[in-house]
């Protein structure tokens, strides 16, 4: 069953499994099939526009071994901002753009660390060159 989806003005066609009433052929809503539907037509978005997907930004924060909380303090964001992004908002373009620098290499983490060092808690600060130390 193919379904179009518009995600901020675009749009795009996404064929997934549906469920269908075996007595009179209609569609039944199955809530599983339209989240995948959906997941998938947010994964062509994000594939068109260079967006990071909550999982990858899950990921590096998890790399970091940082709380969303001092994640967010990091970057420079709210917490509410963060825990949006990870549960699947997308992020602005100068989110996005600073997370892909920052994951691009760790010297980028450094550099960034050392150039906004005032704005950043010492113990972040502490805890990501602990982590980055230990991959080195």
Same mark, same amino acid.
């Given at each position: 069953?193919?379904?179009i989806f518009v995600i901020k003005g675009h749009s795009?066609? &996404?064929?997934?499994?549906a469920r269908f009433d075996s007595e009179t052929n209609t569609l039944v809503d199955d809530s599983e099939?339209?989240?995948?539907?959906?997941? =998938? #037509? @947010?994964?062509?978005?994000?594939?068109?526009?260079?967006?990071?997907?909550?999982k990858k930004i899950k990921d590096f924060r998890n790399r970091l071994t940082l709380n969303q909380q001092d994640?967010?303090?990091?970057?420079? &964001?709210?917490?509410?901002?963060?825990?949006?992004?990870?549960? %699947?908002?997308?992020?602005?373009? #100068?989110h996005n753009r600073l997370l892909k620098l920052l994951m691009h290499d760790d010297r980028n983490i450094r550099d960034y660390i050392a150039a906004n060092a005032q704005q950043i808690?010492?113990?972040i600060q502490e805890q990501v060159? =602990?982590?980055? @130390?230990? %991959?080195?």
């Open positions: 069953y193919t379904n795009y066609s &996404v064929t997934a499994p099939f339209d989240d995948r539907a959906t997941e =998938k #037509a @947010r994964e062509m978005y994000q594939d068109e526009f260079g967006l990071l997907s909550p994640f967010a303090q990091l970057i420079g &964001v709210s917490p509410n901002t963060m825990a949006l992004y990870e549960a %699947g908002a997308f992020p602005t373009t #100068a808690p010492s113990r060159n =602990k982590v980055l @130390r230990s %991959g080195d």
